[in-house]
Protein backbone atom coordinates (compact mmCIF):
# COMPACT_ATOMS: atom_id res chain seq x y z
CA UNK A 1 0.00 0.00 0.00
CA UNK A 2 0.91 3.51 -1.01
CA UNK A 3 0.08 5.87 1.46
CA UNK A 4 0.41 10.03 1.28
CA UNK A 5 -0.56 12.69 4.15
CA UNK A 6 -2.65 9.37 5.52
CA UNK A 7 -4.65 8.67 2.69
CA UNK A 8 -4.02 5.32 0.52
CA UNK A 9 -3.16 6.39 -2.73
CA UNK A 10 -2.85 3.12 -4.18
CA UNK A 11 -3.86 -0.30 -2.44
CA UNK A 12 -3.33 -2.63 -5.01
CA UNK A 13 -1.79 -3.29 -8.91
CA UNK A 14 -1.83 -5.55 -11.37
CA UNK A 15 0.46 -6.59 -14.19
CA UNK A 16 -0.89 -6.15 -17.35
CA UNK A 17 -2.31 -8.65 -19.82
CA UNK A 18 -0.38 -8.34 -22.90
CA UNK A 19 -1.49 -10.31 -26.06
CA UNK A 20 1.65 -9.59 -28.19
CA UNK A 21 3.85 -6.84 -29.83
CA UNK A 22 4.16 -5.21 -33.25
CA UNK A 23 7.93 -3.56 -33.56
CA UNK A 24 9.02 -1.35 -36.46
CA UNK A 25 12.53 -0.84 -36.59
CA UNK A 26 14.93 1.20 -38.62
CA UNK A 27 17.59 -1.79 -39.96
CA UNK A 28 15.19 -4.39 -39.77
CA UNK A 29 16.91 -5.78 -43.09
CA UNK A 30 19.91 -7.14 -41.07
CA UNK A 31 18.08 -11.09 -39.25
CA UNK A 32 20.67 -10.34 -36.27
CA UNK A 33 19.21 -6.61 -35.67
CA UNK A 34 15.54 -8.30 -35.42
CA UNK A 35 16.52 -11.63 -33.45
CA UNK A 36 18.18 -8.92 -30.89
CA UNK A 37 14.94 -6.37 -30.73
CA UNK A 38 12.74 -9.86 -30.64
CA UNK A 39 14.56 -10.87 -27.58
CA UNK A 40 14.95 -7.50 -25.91
CA UNK A 41 11.24 -6.53 -25.86
CA UNK A 42 10.21 -10.63 -25.04
CA UNK A 43 12.40 -10.06 -21.86
CA UNK A 44 10.87 -6.80 -20.98
CA UNK A 45 7.19 -7.72 -21.71
CA UNK A 46 7.63 -11.24 -20.14
CA UNK A 47 6.03 -13.09 -23.11
CA UNK A 48 6.15 -15.66 -25.43
CA UNK A 49 8.30 -15.06 -28.56
CA UNK A 50 5.95 -16.16 -30.86
CA UNK A 51 3.61 -13.20 -29.38
CA UNK A 52 6.03 -10.67 -31.30
CA UNK A 53 6.60 -9.89 -34.59
CA UNK A 54 9.49 -7.38 -35.50
CA UNK A 55 9.42 -5.83 -39.22
CA UNK A 56 11.78 -3.37 -40.80
CA UNK A 57 11.21 0.35 -41.56
CA UNK A 58 10.15 1.11 -44.51
Keep these: MVVADSKPLLTQMQR?????A?????????SEV???VR???RTLLRIDGAKV???AMG
Design 34 to 36: LTR
Design 22 to 30: LVVVEGGQD
Design 16 to 20: AQIAG
Design 53 to 55: SVS
Design 39 to 41: DAV
